[in-house]
C-alpha cells in the first residue's frame, strides 16, 4: 500500500493566530478517515491545506508522493489526484447539471467534449441522478445538488476525495442519500478523509477517526476504540455532549 496523504509537523497561521499545531498524520491508500472535533478546531483549515486552497506555514505535505509547496506544476498535480467536495456544494448556478459535470474535465484537462459529456453522464448515473441532468442546481434539493458535486468531482478521476461537512448543510430528510453515496463510494475502494459529525456513518465506513480540538490532533484511534473507550479526556468529553 503507497501512502495516499502524509503530513508532518503541519503548522498554519492566521495572523497570530495559531490555527494548526504540530499536525502529523497519514492516510493510507484505500483508507478512510474521519476527522471530528468542535466547531473551530481546525478540521476546515487542515483540509484545505491539503491542496493548498489555504497555504500551510510549516511542516511536509505529500499527497501520493507529490510534495506540496512553491512548485505550480506539483500543485497541480495534487488538485488532480484529490476530489474535494464541500458544505456548500459550489456548483455553477448558470450552468445545467450535465455542464457543472463537464465543463472542468474540458477546461482543465482538454477532454473533447462528447467524451466529458459521456463521462459526466456516467457519474451522474452513479450517483443515481442522471434525470436531473438538464436542470440546473437551483431547481435540485440540497441533497441533489450536494450528489452533483460528489459526481463533478470524480469525473475528474481523482484518486482521493476529500469531504469537508458535506451534509451539514442539508435538511435532515436528505442527510441519508448524500451519506448512502458516500457509504458506496468507500465501498468501491476509494480513498477518503471527511470531515463530518455524523458519527454513524463514521462508526460504519471509517478505519481510523481522527480527534481535533484547538488546532491539535488529539486522538486518532480505529471507531470502536473511539466511540466506547476515547483515550484522552478531551475526546470523552465531546463524545458525552454528542448523546
Ligand atoms: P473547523 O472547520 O474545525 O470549524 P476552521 O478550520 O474553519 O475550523 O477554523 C479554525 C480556526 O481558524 C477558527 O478559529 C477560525 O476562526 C480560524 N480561521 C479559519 N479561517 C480563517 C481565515 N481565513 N482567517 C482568519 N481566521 C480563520
Ligand atoms: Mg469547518
Do not use: W
Not at 36 to 44: E, R, T, V, W
Not at 95 to 102: M, P
Amino acid at each position: 500500500m503507497t501512502t495516499a496523504i502524509e503530513v508532518q509537523g503541519l503548522n498554519k497561521y492566521f495572523g497570530s493566530y495559531h490555527a494548526l499545531r504540530n499536525i502529523d498524520f497519514h492516510v493510507e491508500s484505500g483508507e478512510r478517515v474521519v476527522i471530528c472535533g468542535p466547531s473551530g478546531s481546525g478540521k476546515s483549515t487542515l483540509i484545505r491545506c491539503l491542496n493548498q486552497l489555504e497555504r500551510h506555514d510549516a511542516g511536509e505535505i505529500r499527497v501520493s508522493g507529490i510534495l506540496l509547496g512553491d512548485n505550480v506544476r506539483n500543485l497541480d498535480a495534487i488538485r488532480r489526484e484529490a476530489g474535494m467536495v464541500f458544505q456548500h456544494f459550489n456548483l455553477f448556478p448558470h450552468l445545467t447539471v450535465l455542464e457543472n459535470c463537464a465543463l472542468p474535465q474540458i477546461l482543465s484537462r482538454k477532454t473533447p467534449r462528447p467524451e466529458a459529456e459521456n463521462c459526466a453522464r456516467q457519474y451522474l448515473d452513479r450517483v443515481r441522478i442522471l434525470d436531473q441532468a438538464e436542470k440546473f442546481p437551483g431547481q435540485l434539493s440540497g441533497g441533489q445538488q450536494q450528489r452533483v458535486a460528489i459526481a463533478r468531482a470524480l469525473c475528474m478521476e481523482p484518486r482521493i476525495m476529500l469531504f469537508d461537512e458535506p451534509t451539514s448543510a442539508l435538511d435532515p430528510e436528505m442527510i441519508h442519500e448524500v451519506l448512502d453515496t458516500m457509504v458506496e463510494l468507500a465501498e468501491g475502494g476509494m480513498t477518503m478523509l471527511v470531515v463530518t459529525h455524523e458519527m454513524g456513518f463514521a462508526r460504519q465506513v471509517a478505519d481510523r477517526v481522527v480527534y481535533m480540538e484547538a488546532g491539535e490532533i488529539v486522538e486518532i484511534a480505529p471507531p470502536d476504540r473511539f466511540f466506547d473507550a476515547p483515550a484522552d479526556e478531551r475526546s470523552q468529553r465531546f463524545l458525552s455532549k454528542l448523546v
